[in-house]
């Protein structure tokens, strides 16, 4: 099963009004190309990706939010799945890209290579409604169940290794990405999120 499909199966089921948050390198880079949005955010640092997600879907939750993580990235803060059993924002999917592979960080295994089971820890962390699935029709068939589920869910995706890192026209410029994500939440929801002043731009 290939990353790149269960993006393109995801933009295909979710609505312009989704925000989508994923983790840097190839997500990022899939996600602008196939789902181009200012609903979408991604310049997040490692370990931060379901985090960020799980505040968006309290801040807002009348709100859809799917975070598109990775292994290793989840590996780096995995005290985040005690947080989202603790909280339980029904509105908030979290997508796990496992390819037991470190490919952005040099291109060796993480260690759900071996024993380690994301979707285990993500279960003795208190969350209930979790799977782990290993074919595109097993995902498409798990992702149309989950979007319409109450959260938070969790979905483990045992995909391919990309060998490479794909389209560099996009997902480059993280401080504007940040940007247009704030001016499309802003705009969305009515509120006002960043300061203006006379020559100056304070993010609160």
């Known amino acids: 099963m290939k990353r790149y499909d269960c993006v393109k199966s995801l933009a295909a089921r979710i609505s312009a009004n989704t925000l989508v948050v994923s983790n840097l390198g190839n997500t990022a880079r899939m996600l602008e190309e196939i789902r181009p949005s200012d609903a979408n955010f991604h310049p997040v640092n490692l370990g931060c990706c379901t985090a960020l997600a799980m505040g968006l879907a309290l801040a807002l939750p009348h709100r859809k939010v799917v975070a598109l993580d990775g292994d290793g990235n989840l590996l780096l803060n995995l005290s985040v799945l005690a947080d989202l059993a603790s909280v339980a924002p029904p ?11 470190y490919e952005s960080g040099g291109g060796f295994p993480s260690v759900t290579s071996g024993v380690v089971d994301l979707e285990g820890m993500a279960k003795g962390a208190g969350l209930k409604d979790t799977a782990t699935v290993r074919g595109l029709k097993g995902f498409e068939q798990a992702l149309t169940k989950k979007l319409k589920a109450k959260g938070p869910c969790f979905l483990v995706a045992k995909v391919e290794k990309d060998g490479k890192i794909i389209s560099p026209r996009t997902a480059s410029n993280f401080q504007e990405t940040k940007f247009k994500f704030i001016r499309h939440i802003e705009k969305s929801e009515g509120v006002s999120i960043v300061l203006r002043t006379k020559g100056a731009r304070v993010v609160i």
């Open 91 to 101: 509105n908030l999917l979290i997508i796990v890209f496992d390819n037991e592979y």
